[in-house]
């Protein structure tokens, strides 16, 4: 099938294009992308090919995310592999990595194979298996990294689960860097966070909440970047929430650390005052922290001291929400909210445009070591179109994900995504949305 994109605003990071363009396609790749006035390529002149007018949109690459909870195999009634890639769809993502905390852990090749095989169809997203570093995330054995790799990982890391043994740790880095094996961690002692449901400052007090320091982050961290140091191994930190982790990060790097990290989207916007008066939707791992945090994570994205964003998409059913705070389940819903979030930051930064939606489409694509994210001829044709003007106003009936749970309900972000394409086929059409 041949199809143009016509007259839209062509913006594709990886190669630094940002101009009015027409983009064409077929097979399920991109083949040209040219001025409107120019001739079009062989093979597709007027009648001989399907035609998308994204006039007054932006035509980017599909975004990349690197945390989205599908909530297969196990719990399935929090959400459903459909359910999930509708949202992805929605939300202009096109790939994903897929944590390992699922029922049962993905430590297993069968069970990442089956994860594999049952998001094959064409109007899914691409997806990512990030395997268990460790059986059950259990944290005592390591898994057989090798042979999930065949199976069809792309790292391996522990979701929201520590390694207390530092001896497994260090030995899973080893092994890991031995292969080349990008390990992918929370920073988050166990211990200093144990039972802490909120950031340990004047909000937690106030309201009466068990607190998580700034010191969990760190001093996990301290151990991580020790570790990285000493075995070499390809190090991601997930979700990094403090001005003090980046701080650490940024020193890493400077030690010559193969170290890179990304931040939540939740977390670039919100802060522990967002909790107002225990609002569990605001319930998140790791907790939302103060507001110089925030500033914090929001420029170090800029300068690319952050390498990406994401969504940390963690569907949770109504049971899990609408119970007291301290008692609710962690996560939020994300995928759809993943780029209306990012215009609102770039926005907010006054950040060229290129510039912001690279966190989200190049840069993690280069995090997960795969080639998506870009628009260059030749690439798949995993494409989001999108009304940089028109807004997207958040409601329990306009998210097609499952799980309801956002802080953001009732607001309206910027962007509305108007098509997404995978491989050329339109898997999420809005046009006359």
């Not at 992308?33 to 932006?58: H, L, Q, R, Y």
């Not at 997806?127 to 391996?156: N, Q, S």
């Not at 340990?200 to 068990?210: F, I, Y």
Request: with cysteine.
């Amino acid at each position: 099938m041949k199809l143009k994109i016509s007259n839209g605003r062509v913006v594709d990071p990886a190669s630094g294009v940002d101009q009015l363009a027409d983009v064409y396609i077929a097979d399920g790749r991109i083949v040209a992308i040219g001025d409107g006035g120019k001739v079009a390529p062989a093979g597709f002149e007027a009648g001989a090919m399907a035609t998308i007018n994204a006039s007054g949109c932006v035509v980017a690459p599909g975004l990349v995310d690197l945390a989205a909870r599908l909530r297969e195999p196990g719990f399935e009634y929090k959400a459903t592999l459909e359910s999930e890639m509708a949202a992805a769809a929605a939300g202009g993502v096109t790939s994903l990595a897929c944590p390992p905390d699922t029922d049962p852990v993905l430590d297993e090749p069968g069970l990442v194979e089956m994860l594999k095989h049952r998001a094959r169809l064409p109007e899914f997203a691409n997806v990512y298996p990030i395997g268990a570093l460790t059986t059950g995330l259990g944290g005592k054995r390591i898994t057989e990294m090798a042979e999930l790799v065949d199976a069809g990982c792309v790292a391996f890391g522990q979701a929201n689960v520590g390694i207390v043994d530092t001896e497994v740790l260090l030995r899973a880095m080893q092994y890991a860097a031995t292969f080349d094996f990008p390990v992918w961690l929370q920073a988050q002692d166990p211990y200093l966070a144990r039972n802490g449901v909120a950031h340990d400052g004047e909000v937690a007090a106030r309201l009466g909440l068990k607190g998580i320091p700034v010191a969990a982050e760190t001093v996990a961290l301290g151990t991580l970047l020790l570790l990285a140091q000493e075995t070499g191994v390809r190090l991601h930190v997930t979700r990094v929430s403090s001005a003090a982790g980046l701080d650490m990060i940024r020193i890493g790097r400077e030690q010559g650390i193969k170290i890179t990290c990304d931040v939540s989207a939740h977390h670039l916007h919100l802060c522990e005052n967002d909790i107002g008066y225990f609002n569990s939707h605001a319930r998140l791992d790791p907790p939302l922290r103060s507001q110089r945090d925030r500033d914090a994570l929001r420029q170090g994205l800029a300068d690319g001291l952050i390498d990406a964003l994401c969504s940390d998409h963690a569907p949770v059913d109504d049971d899990g929400k609408q119970v007291p705070f301290g008692e609710a389940e962690t996560g939020a819903t994300g995928l759809e909210l993943l780029l209306p979030l990012t215009l609102k930051w770039a926005q907010e930064m006054k950040l060229p445009l290129t510039k912001a939606l690279a966190r989200v489409t190049v840069d993690p694509a280069r995090i997960l070591g795969i080639d998506a994210g870009t628009l260059r001829v030749g690439a798949a044709a995993d494409v989001c179109i999108f009304d940089p003007q028109a807004d997207m106003l958040v409601s329990r009936s306009s998210l097609r994900s499952q799980g309801k749970n956002t802080p953001f309900l009732g607001y309206a972000l910027p962007g509305r995504v108007k098509a997404t394409l995978i491989d050329g086929k339109l898997v999420h059409d809005g046009l006359f949305a």
